[in-house]
């Protein structure tokens, strides 16, 4: 697959004559069999965007097809498949072992699968929901008078005039236009929906970012290195700074190929030396792991680690926007959702019931992540060294996720004068300073074993569930105005409430122990 990033994604061309009213209108019976208008024209994106980043993305797991990279086609389901699973497995993965042994090891395994089910189902309704928002916007664009369609409405939709395609935040904001705090006097105007999906994003960007930089962290404070955890951050300022500033993500297209290597050899790797080292592979005691963990705190906690895996619902929409003819044929992101999330539930729950078997017995207990159970030779050497250096290219790329949009919130994405590309490198260094100031933080609180699992903890309780379980069912609901006896809507507020009751509890327990880490 061709690394080099291409201008935008147009999923098919001009906008046809729009299908019938009593299948599109929002707030009618949800109708699946007839297919949605083809999509305007995105945006062009800048070639430092997360979005570009992933649809130019190289695997392993497919070969280059110059068809499949035809800007006006959008990738196939199987490349978008393997991006999907590849946001999902990597260093989260590395924490379930340990998140297992608080949860509980039957328990663990319940939740893992239920997860993965859960997350699917959610990644569904958020991109029904945008569709049905476009649905509904693409009827004023017909524009009849003396029943002539207004063609140059559809030319100007074509030309990417009129781009469709929305961000989760735009989503919120379209299906919850009464959730606004305006205040004429002192000039503000700001939509409540809107804004928390946008401050999550931001959060997570931030979050994961540190939570990498501290995986790097505790692996090179480990064995064999020992390196001190204030100089490995302090060290990381530079290469992260650094990489912040590039203008394109083409300079990074081999990190996707480095990544499949990385987390491969780490998951294979991890088994293969512990079995290797005398261990064996036996099912836990329950004296040491219970079959429900019996600390309430410490299953919230738990979960929380399992969500950080699962719900990465912020590239929902950037994801499904990425596949060919997606307005077209909406069943095929299910598709892809389903095919992707039963392959990250299955590897992973091999992988950690696996791991948990090898190392439940070791001296300390599990660690998290798992690779600091393996020592010090040449083959856990190579393993973690494969994983920071994949971890410290991928940084950037996340951090893209959140500071696009603040950049984006007082600056042109297409302007390229020298003020406003001073504007952004300063964005950037502050961005850097701040992940870099928050690892350092987290290290001082926690202690450098602990900070990588709290960070997973927090940012997979407080701002992944948001926007992973409890603003999907909200959202497609709304959008297609299912009655409040819809047994799918009763389902979604299950799902909704079960998320927000992980939010508080993980949220709050994770807090507990940054702020008194002598109870650990």
């Given at each position: 697959m061709s690394g080099a990033p291409r201008e935008c994604v147009a999923q098919s061309a001009p906008l046809p004559l729009i299908a019938p009213k009593s299948n599109l209108l929002l707030g009618r019976e949800r109708t699946n069999s007839a297919p949605?208008?083809?999509?305007?024209?995105?945006?062009?994106?800048?070639?430092?965007?997360?979005?570009?980043?992933?649809?130019?993305?190289?695997?392993?797991?497919?070969?280059g097809d110059d068809e499949s990279q035809d800007a006006d086609q959008g990738l196939k389901r199987s490349h978008v498949i393997v991006n999907l699973v590849k946001c999902a497995v990597g260093a989260g993965s590395f924490s379930?072992?340990?998140?297992?042994?608080?949860?509980?090891?039957?328990?663990?395994?319940?939740?893992?699968?239920?997860?993965?089910?859960?997350?699917?189902?959610?990644?569904?309704?958020?991109?029904?929901?945008?569709?049905?928002?476009?649905?509904?916007?693409?009827?004023?664009?017909?524009?009849?008078?003396?029943?002539?369609?207004?063609?140059?409405?559809?030319e100007e939709a074509a030309e990417g005039k009129d781009p469709s395609r929305l961000t989760y935040p735009e989503l919120m904001k379209a299906l919850f236009p009464e959730l606004r705090i305006y205040i004429p006097?002192?000039?503000l105007d700001r939509n409540v929906a809107g804004d928390i999906v946008t401050f999550a994003i931001i959060l997570t960007s931030i979050g994961v970012?540190?939570?990498?930089?501290l995986f790097i962290g505790t692996s090179l404070h480990g064995k064999p290195f020992n390196w001190d955890g204030t100089w490995i951050m302090a060290g990381l300022l530079v290469p992260m700074g650094l990489l912040a500033q590039l203008r394109s993500f083409k300079y990074l297209a081999f990190t996707s190929v480095l990544g499949d290597v990385a987390v491969t050899a780490g998951v294979v790797g991890t088994i293969a030396i512990g079995l290797s080292d005398g261990r064996s592979i036996t099912w836990p005691h329950t004296d040491a792991i219970k079959v429900v963990g019996t600390e309430f705190g410490g299953v919230a906690r738990g979960l929380a680690t399992i969500s950080f895996l699962f719900l990465v619902h912020i590239m929902t929409l950037p994801m499904t926007q990425s596949l060919k003819s997606d307005l077209e044929r909406p069943k095929d992101w299910h598709f892809v959702a389903h095919v992707s999330y039963?392959?990250?539930?299955?590897?992973?729950?091999?992988?950690?019931?696996?791991?948990?078997?090898?190392?439940?017995?070791?001296?300390?207990?599990?660690?998290?992540?798992?690779?600091?159970?393996?020592?010090?030779?040449a083959g856990p050497t190579t393993i973690k060294l494969l994983l920071c250096v994949d971890l410290l290219f991928t940084i950037p790329m996340i951090m893209a996720v959140g500071r696009?949009?603040?950049?984006?919130?007082?600056?042109?994405?297409?302007?390229?004068?020298?003020?406003?590309?001073?504007?952004?490198?300063?964005?950037?260094?502050?961005?850097v300073l701040v992940v870099a100031g928050l690892g350092l933080g987290a290290i001082k609180s926690s202690g450098i074993n602990n900070a990588f699992n709290d960070v997973l903890g927090l940012i997979g309780g407080l701002t992944n569930t948001m926007v992973g379980l409890i603003l999907p069912p909200f959202a497609l609901h709304r959008a297609i105005r299912s009655p409040l006896s819809n047994p799918a809507r009763i389902g979604g507020f299950v799902i909704s409430a079960v998320g927000l009751a992980l939010l508080g509890t993980s949220t709050y327990y994770t807090m507990h122990d940054i702020i008194h880490p002598a109870k650990k």
């Open positions: 949605l208008p083809t999509s305007h024209k995105l945006q062009a994106q800048r070639q430092d965007s997360y979005w570009v980043a992933q649809s130019t993305s190289q695997s392993f797991f497919f070969a379930l072992p340990a998140a297992f042994t608080t949860v509980g090891m039957e328990f663990g395994i319940v939740s893992l699968i239920v997860f993965g089910v859960v997350a699917a189902y959610t990644m569904t309704l958020l991109a029904d929901a945008e569709k049905r928002v476009i649905a509904e916007r693409s009827e004023s664009l017909l524009e009849v008078e003396n029943g002539q369609i207004d063609h140059k409405s559809l006097r002192i000039g970012s540190v939570a990498y930089a039963a392959f990250i539930g299955l590897l992973n729950l091999l992988f950690t019931v696996l791991a948990v078997c090898i190392f439940w017995d070791d001296d300390g207990g599990i660690a998290s992540p798992v690779t600091n159970n393996l020592g010090d030779g696009e949009v603040i950049e984006n919130s007082f600056l042109s994405p297409t302007a390229t004068d020298h003020l406003t590309e001073l504007k952004r490198t300063v964005v950037r260094i502050i961005y």
